[in-house]
């Protein structure tokens, strides 16, 4: 179950991020609202996940996931750049988090 809460706060990692862009430097107020709630809830979620799981292993995967989902979110709906360069950068992030997992168990 602890795997579960992290992936739950690393997925709320990409919905921050956006809120937070799209609030234009928190001028914005109701995505500037959803983006710092929904960071304290992510952080709260992944505290919940450090009961259980090593602290280098769930922060490592935590800021994975936000770093991976936000950056695909950026390529696929805010019209940022896809360069194989990218790609592959952002695939070996993923092969972290799943080694991570694999070795943690």
Known sequence: MPWVFLV???????VWATALKQSD??????PGVVGLSVSL???V???VA????PV???????????ALGVAVTGMVALGES???ARVACLALILIGVIGLRAVEG
């Open 8 to 14: 739950i706060a690393g997925l709320m990692e990409l």
């Open 25 to 30: 430097g928190l001028t914005r107020f109701w």
């Open 41 to 43: 809830l992510s952080v």
């Open 45 to 47: 979620v992944l505290s």
């Open 50 to 53: 450090l009961r259980d799981l």
């Open 56 to 66: 280098g292993t769930a922060y490592a995967v935590w800021v994975g996931l936000g």
């Open 82 to 84: 896809v360069t194989p």
